[in-house]
């Protein structure tokens, strides 16, 4: 049976190329969106790329979540025994296609297919992706689902799924 990966990561920025992942979180689901298993992992960036990326209205605005992935970043694992991990979660939980799932995954598979390219060549080409499913509702019918915004990964992701499942009442 085919599973969904789903997927938040939280990075110094949104910059694939100058920004890192700080902190990587997953769940496990079939298609009723029920979580099956879980993965967080906090990796280590150096103090010169958070001095330098974690700067700008996004984080003033945001100082909490900023202070706290700063904090943990202390006891981070370097990304590729992060990689290992998500790796053995991976086998420990799906078959041979994994389906991304996420809100805007396309952004957060950017930083997977550079900062972890193994766990990259595991997941399928398709993804789920929640916000296409945001942009129609705000578009389309005005109706909006009101996502806490922790930007934190684990609740993130658990915000999506349940934000997914909001929107498919709406085919019942």
Known sequence: ?????WVDLEMTG???????????????TGWDLEPMASYQGVVKVSD???????????WEKNK???DGLIEQNKQGKLISEIEDEILTFLDKNFGEEIILAGNSIHQDRKFIDREMPRV?????YRMLDVSAWKVYFEGARKEKFK??????ALSDIQGSIEELKWYLTFLK
């Open 14 to 28: 949104l910059d694939p190329e100058k920004d890192r992942i700080l902190e990587v979180a997953g769940i496990a």
């Open 48 to 58: 010169e790329i958070i001095k330098e990326r974690m700067v700008g209205e996004f």
């Open 120 to 124: 990259s060549q595991r997941l399928h």
């Open 1 to 5: 049976m085919m599973k969904l990966f």
């Open 147 to 152: 996502k806490p915004e922790a930007h934190r």
């Open 64 to 66: 909490a979540s900023r």
